[in-house]
């Protein structure tokens, strides 16, 4: 709170905080996790990182026209990331010319007109791409979507390439469905739940009051993640006294899986039920396909393999495998540990074997729960956010606007900047994020982006994507979910899908940082109309001036959203349909759910290396750096640490403290190096390191990728860590370095470690 009223006053936080999270108030900008039930909500319906979130977006300070004539690109690319989103809100369009070294103002009609006049010319709608953060409202993302394909690509990628693109084609080719198949209310009921690759307590803390629930229920919880994260060892819930005192322990059993290990467990659990006869007989017979190759699959599991893959005990895995065992009703509920590996889709295709060995799809307090990161990241998806959308959709656009949308395949994240970098792209979109802070391989990305003509970021906050740019670009400053939206002369509300499948609206209370700040609908109407023309099968005026006609055209186009207006007029919105969680229906080729069977491979490190992961600190939401702290990991003032179990940081002869390079080894020959590290002992599995992102990115390479997903491998990144100016040390020389410190990234905070 004390943040909150720094950034926005006292009065300020008022007004948006008690609305933050209720029916009659405005989606939280950050986490996807569900809102409870219209009478159950408290008065104050929100997290710590929630206020931040809406603190950054509501702050007093504005950033206008003197302080970029200030500032030049030059200087701006200098600066950190956590700085650059400290100067306030962007309050008018701005524009940087070929060759300029500042941006300067520009209007939004000739901003328009600089798209416009980029888009036509290019020999093919195919060299632009569209990329969407996941914050995007239900009614900006479907006329974002219907406009790209209108102008005539797939070129749609998103911010869930990057997270739970693995998650998702996982379940669509196992239960038919991409999504998780759980509410809030299941996981209140579950008897057993399962918190693998995830720190709710940093990055949805709102579920630790769900899982407190679920305690007070009986539940048990087992948390499986490399690192063990304060928020699942002791959650102190201010709603209530004991929560303000002692708080509530939660997770009965927690296992320090070795980084990429989780297929290894599932599969080795679904070998234990299977052996135990432990699994719901009467559900597989009827709802699945594959049990007889699974179990033929699972009977030769070599456990010598799980050991070395998870860094588990046979005897660990069996604890967890019994409480598995013994439970009527498992959750299990994953993040990004589980989905950015290169096995990903592998992984999460074991969690739904066991699932399904067990019946727990379609019942209540049971199911499949991935946690989605960013509030409306799966609406998007549903309003058509994808390049490679089903052609039953297309053919809804088509029968509804009259005309022919492409059909060929689009470029996702991997793949445009792939094709920028070689020339295929020219114009890269952005609809709200940071593109080039979350994208991997810093220096491949910076450089592709580079090499387009054009480069737009619809934005409310500078970042490190507005400097490095193409030959010219634009910053279009875009309304906040805290703020009223009335565009067209009327007030305008917008609706948002949470993890869980819940539909509801939104809609602001404060007044705009400015005149000149644009809602994205009328942004995405008004450069559509600039680049197809008034004679457009699609009524883009219409669209802008009253969101409503954006919604009815939802209704008609958009799978299970009949009547999309009425039903969000309801208080807390709607359900989506999800056919295995409601009928236990599986729309599969086969019909039915299916048991699959992935090969178990042990990621092999050579001898002194290590296995990285990026994550978050306490003080982040996904690119957003609130502050310089990490509350729960016992860091102040600064981010380049990273964290090394504290026997490997005695074997290297490293001391606590001392400042070491990041160096990954890829199969291209390339060394990344992330220099200036300050190395802080972390209890973590040996073998296991970790640093935040985006200042680990640079190490990620842009071709490994997770199979079938393309989802980059954060998670399990090989590295060395070598003392600065010594390369190679004890592991051998460096080769084909590509040196990604202190002057290119320019990330290192101004601050000292404590």
């Not at 702050?59 to 970029?68: G, I, K, S, V």
């Not at 693998?196 to 229920?217: C, D, F, I, W, Y």
Request: net charge negative.
């Amino acid at each position: 709170m004390r943040r909150a009223v720094g950034q926005m006053g006292v009065r300020r936080t008022a007004s948006t905080l008690t609305r933050l999270n209720q029916v009659d108030g405005f989606d939280c900008q950050g986490c996807a996790w569900p809102d409870p039930a219209p009478g159950e909500r408290h008065t104050a319906e929100f997290c710590e990182n929630g206020a931040k979130a809406v603190a950054e977006e509501a702050t007093r300070q504005l950033l206008d026209r003197e302080f970029f004539a200030t500032h030049s690109v030059e200087d701006l690319a200098g600066r950190t990331e956590y700085w650059l989103g400290k100067q306030g809100r962007i309050t008018e369009p701005m524009v940087l010319r070929p060759g300029a070294t500042h941006y300067t103002p520009v209007s939004w009609d000739d901003a328009f007109a600089t798209i416009a006049g980029h888009l036509q010319r290019l020999d093919h709608p195919d060299q632009a791409t569209f990329y969407t953060s996941g914050k995007t409202s239900n009614e900006a993302a479907f006329a974002y979507q219907l406009f790209v394909r209108a102008f005539g690509t797939n070129n749609l990628p998103d911010c869930s390439n990057m997270c739970h693109e693995s998650s998702g084609s996982a379940l669509g080719q196992t239960i038919g469905i991409g999504k998780g198949s759980v509410s809030l209310e299941d996981i209140h009921q579950a008897k057993l739940l399962l918190v693998v690759g995830q720190n709710p307590g940093t990055n949805h803390p709102r579920m630790l009051s769900a899982l407190e629930e679920a305690k007070s229920r009986g539940a048990r919880i087992i948390s499986i993640n490399p690192l063990q994260e304060a928020g699942l060892v002791r959650f102190k819930n201010p709603q209530h006294a004991k929560g303000l005192t002692v708080g509530t322990a939660l997770a009965d059993l927690h296992l320090p899986i070795r980084l990429n290990g989780d297929l290894a467990f599932f599969q080795a659990v679904g070998a234990l039920l299977i052996e135990w006869d432990a699994v719901d007989h009467d559900f597989l017979e009827e709802y699945t396909t594959g049990f007889e190759a699974y179990v033929a699959h699972v009977a030769d599991l070599d456990w010598a393999k799980v050991e070395a893959s998870t860094g588990l005990t046979r005897e660990q895995i069996t604890e967890a495998a019994r409480m598995i065992a013994d439970s009527t009703a498992t959750i299990t509920c994953w993040a990004m540990g589980i989905t950015q590996h290169h096995n990903s889709v592998g992984t999460i295709k074991e969690i739904v074997n066991v699932a399904l060995l067990q019946g727990n799809i379609g019942k209540p307090g049971a199911g499949l729960c991935p946690v989605r990161g960013h509030s409306n990241v799966q609406g998007d998806r549903t309003m058509g956010i994808w390049e490679r959308v089903p052609d039953h959709f297309l053919d809804a656009i088509r029968d509804e606007f009259g005309f022919e949308p492409p059909r060929k395949h689009g470029l996702d994240t991997v793949g445009s900047i792939e094709a920028l970098r070689d020339g295929k792209v020219r114009v890269f979109f952005a609809m709200g994020g940071n593109f080039v802070g979350a994208a991997p391989d810093t220096q491949a990305t910076e450089a592709a982006m580079r090499n387009a003509a054009l480069t737009v970021h619809v934005s409310t906050k500078l970042n490190r994507s507005h400097v490095v740019h193409g030959g010219e670009a634009l910053i279009l400053p875009a309304l906040g979910r805290s703020e009223k939206d009335l565009t067209g002369g009327r007030v305008q509300r917008v609706t948002v899908e949470d993890s869980m499948s819940a539909v509801h609206a939104s809609h602001g209370p404060l007044d705009p940082p400015s005149e000149h700040v644009r809602s994205e609908v009328d942004i995405i109407c008004s450069l559509a109309l600039a680049t197809l023309g008034e004679d457009s099968p699609v009524p883009w005026a219409a669209f802008r001036d009253d969101y409503t006609e954006i919604r009815r055209r939802i209704a008609r186009v958009v799978p299970g959203c009949a009547s999309y207006e009425e039903k969000v007029n309801e208080p807390g919105g709607f359900v989506l349909p999800h056919p295995p969680r409601d009928n236990r229906v599986f729309e599969t080729a086969s019909g039915r759910a299916v048991l699959t069977s992935t090969p178990l491979d042990v990621l092999d490190v050579p001898k002194g290396r290590f296995l990285l992961q990026t994550m978050r600190s306490h003080d982040q939401f996904n690119t957003t750096i609130y502050g310089l702290d990490d509350r729960y990991r016992g860091v102040k003032g600064g981010r380049r640490v990273v964290f090394v179990n504290p026997d490997d940081l005695r074997d290297l002869g490293y001391a606590d403290g001392e400042v070491i390079d990041l160096v990954s080894e890829w199969r291209d020959g390339v060394e990344r190096i992330a220099r200036s590290f300050r190395v802080v002992p972390y209890d973590q599995p040996r073998g296991c390191v970790a640093a935040y992102y985006p200042e680990a990115n640079p190490l990620v390479p842009l071709d490994s990728t997770a199979e079938k997903s393309n989802t980059p491998v954060y998670k399990s990144i090989v590295v060395r860590l070598d003392r600065p100016g010594q390369p190679g040390q004890g592991t051998g020389d460096s080769h084909g370095s590509a040196d990604q410190g202190e002057g290119s990234m320019r990330q290192d905070d101004p601050h000292h470690l404590s």
